[in-house]
């Protein structure tokens, strides 16, 4: 199958690192994937294509924004591909009724936006695929659609040198109240125990311009005097390219996800991604939903209370977690590769009615 | 004929005032016209419709990506009007391979995100029958329609001879002009041009009273520029301090006429792009409804086609000073050429004119 996924393509957020993924899984696999555009060389391990007439099926994974689907863009693609060729992958959990999480994280402000949003998709396809086993709209079909990569573990040919006890990567985009509320307090109960904590990713230390016209101040919380009493470097965000790398400095990484993606059990990226860095990864999930995806070890590498002591345990005891990480990665390579993700995606994309 | 008009609507910029004047032409030739989009009170005096199936052919007027509408309505446009019936008039050259001339092109991906070749395939993906408002297009597959005209009935102030418009002009019947020169516009891509004419005429400043210049991008550079490393739109403070050169901000497009009209020269500047595509633009034709003398810094070639051969006295080239001393000094023998010149455009390039055209290309 010839598959062409259209995204805005960022160097350092989104789901590039998954486009790059399907690309050498696909190949691996005998089906054709690229990403729409033309070639660039930061992008240099992605396939690149217009030819949107060669293509089964285009897959549009749309996230926050729609303005990069823009009216010059779209009519090639509309007129080229039939509807039913078309698919949306939500990544963000966008297509769904307005939802607000503890008076917080929200996926639209209103049901204006929604409705507008939701249009926007109705009017590229019927089918729109979700990034999670559990979707709430019957039209919505899940998917986890992000998976890892075993090839991109970094060996131990490769072992980093650590600087950080703590690395913590991500965009600052709705995760300041789980970060102000549950990590930084246990941060300041340990804090003279543990070596250099960095925070890598944009806004942490304040919001972009623009953020209060478009109502998203809340989204961009920081609290820049509290980082310097905790002594928090902050890096700015990596690309694509360098994200396993950077996170690999780190002797332990937490992953943070915001309360929305959390209450819709949305995967991302940095759910495996993670695991394919040299560290011991920590995920800020639910005990269950983290034994789901990464198997019974997986429970042992959840943040769910206890933050600081736990966090202590691991870094005193990094052989023994070290084990429970190499339980996890056999896991997600037997249950969550990129392979797996191909094959689940050409199943979804043929029951789309279009190619048998 | 029922036309669609598919446009970003702006009181500052684009189209507003030629949009105007279609649906105004064209109502006055029997014909329906309306903007695509829901009714805003701030274009009270333009229909709108989302009617799609009513119309009979939908015409994009692009300058800009968001001259599109967004889905779900491009879907419904594209979906529901075939696509020989839709009609495309780039307006800024998009539609041609990447053009650079000085600081200008056709492309700019750092500003807009889409690369030369997005615009040509996005349009084309659109229509076939795309349309430029040149008298020569680069590529075969365009066709020339100058779309932009000029209303006699919006000339600020008419006279029945050239004598008594040098006399209103000169102070003599009419009060003092406020303004020496006045030049409406963005500084988009034009301050080679206006640091070129500013230059030139620095040697009679004293003699010309205010010059003001209105649209953004006059007072300072603009951080985004910066930031982008967009050239273009740079400006001079000291040169424009030196000659005492004030900047405002831009007026709505229909004030435009009236500001024009403040001063006794209003020059006509085309971005280099333009200039080299040879595209006219509402301005074009709008600075002779002003109450002013038009300075037409323009290509020869442009000047005798739209304005007409006695026009080519309104273009300076190289001896700007001359020019308008020599104006002063002859306002009668200049205001003859205006006047004819407004009677040429009345004749060749009225909206009425103009609608027509469209009619002819659209039905063949």
Redesign the interface.
């Known amino acids: 199958m010839k598959i062409l996924f259209v995204m805005d393509r960022r160097l350092n957020a989104g789901s590039i690192q998954a486009i790059a993924s399907y690309v050498r899984a696909g190949d691996k696999l005998g089906h054709t994937i690229a990403l729409y555009g ?1 070639p660039e060389p930061t992008f240099s391990n992605v396939r690149f294509s ?1 030819d949107l007439g060669t293509f089964d099926y285009v897959v549009f994974i749309i996230e926050f924004g ?1 303005s ?9 693609i ?3 591909v039939p509807r039913e060729h078309r698919v949306v992958v939500d990544a963000d959990g966008m297509y769904n009724q307005v939802i607000c999480v503890d008076g917080y994280d929200r996926n639209h402000r209103n049901e204006r936006e929604r409705s507008r949003w939701v ?2 998709c ?3 396809t019927d089918k729109i695929l979700q990034p999670t086993l559990h979707p709430r709209e019957p039209k919505v079909v899940g998917l986890p659609f992000y998976g890892y990569d075993p090839e991109s573990q970094l060996g131990i040919v490769h072992r980093t040198r650590k600087r950080f006890d703590i690395v913590h990567l991500a965009h600052n985009w709705w995760r300041w109240r789980q970060v102000s509320e549950c990590l930084l307090p246990a941060f300041e109960r340990i804090r003279s125990q543990l070596d250099g904590i960095c925070f890598v990713g944009s806004w942490w230390d304040t919001a972009p311009a623009g953020a209060q016209e478009q109502h998203l101040e809340t989204a961009f919380g920081t609290d820049r005097e509290r980082f310097r009493q905790l002594r928090i470097q902050v890096k700015p965000p990596v690309p694509y390219t360098e994200v396993i790398r950077a996170m690999s400095e780190g002797r332990v990484n937490i992953m943070t996800q915001r309360p929305l993606f959390r209450y819709l059990k949305l995967f991302t990226s940095k759910y495996f991604e993670i695991f394919s860095a040299d560290t011991i990864p920590l995920v800020l999930l639910d005990p269950n939903h983290a034994e789901l995806v990464y198997g019974p070890a997986g429970r042992e590498l959840a943040l769910h209370e206890e933050i600081g002591a736990k966090l202590l345990d691991v870094l005193e005891h990094p052989t023994i977690y070290h084990e429970l990480v190499q339980e996890v990665r056999h896991h997600l390579a037997e249950h969550h590769s990129y392979q797996v993700r191909v094959h689940e995606l050409v199943t979804a994309l043929r029951q789309n009615g279009g190619l048998n | 004929m029922n036309l669609l008009l598919v446009a970003k609507l702006d009181r500052y910029a684009r189209a507003i005032n030629t949009i105007t004047q279609y649906v105004r032409a064209g109502k006055d030739l029997g014909h329906n016209v309306s903007v695509f989009g829901e009714w805003r009170s701030e274009f009270s005096w333009l229909p709108h419709s989302l009617e799609i199936g009513a119309f009979d052919f939908a015409v994009f007027v692009i300058y800009e990506t968001d001259d599109f509408p967004e889905l779900p309505h491009l879907a419904r446009l594209l979906d529901d009007i075939p696509r020989e019936r839709r009609v495309i008039v780039d307006c800024c050259g998009r539609y041609n391979d990447t053009v650079q001339v000085e600081h200008d092109s056709n492309h700019f991906q750092k500003l807009d995100g889409h690369h030369g070749w997005e615009w040509i395939e996005g349009l084309r993906a659109v229509s076939d029958n795309i349309l430029q408002p040149t008298l020569r297009p680069l590529r075969g597959d365009v066709r020339p329609f100058r779309f932009h005209g000029y209303d006699p009935t919006a000339v600020a102030r008419s006279y029945s001879s050239a004598g008594e418009a040098a006399s209103a002009w000169s102070g003599a019947t009419n009060g003092v002009k406020p303004c020496g020169v006045a030049y409406l516009g963005s500084n988009w891509q034009r301050w080679t041009q206006m640091r070129r004419f500013l230059e030139a005429i620095e040697p009679i400043r004293d003699k010309l009273g205010t010059i003001r210049l209105a649209g953004w991008g006059w007072d300072q550079r603009p951080d985004w520029a910066s930031e982008l490393g967009v050239s273009g739109v740079d400006v001079d403070t000291t040169l424009l301090g030196r000659l005492r050169v004030e900047t405002t901000p831009g007026v709505t497009f229909d004030n435009a006429i009236s500001f024009m009209s403040q001063a006794h020269f209003s020059p006509i500047f085309h971005r280099p792009l333009f200039n080299y595509l040879c595209f006219v633009t509402n301005r074009t034709f709008e600075t002779f409804c002003a109450d002013t003398i038009p300075l037409l810094i323009l290509p020869d070639q442009l000047i005798e086609s739209i304005y007409g051969p006695e026009a080519r006295l309104l273009a300076p080239h190289e001896d700007l000073a001359w020019k308008l001393d020599d104006i002063m000094r002859h306002p009668e023998m200049y205001w003859d050429v205006v006047l004819k010149t407004r009677r040429h455009l009345a004749q060749h390039h009225s909206y009425r004119k103009r609608f027509q055209e469209l009619v002819t290309i659209l039905e063949s």
Do not use: K
């Open positions: 033309t217009t729609l990069w689907m823009s009216g010059l863009r779209m009519p090639r509309l007129t080229a249009a926007h109705d009017s590229l």
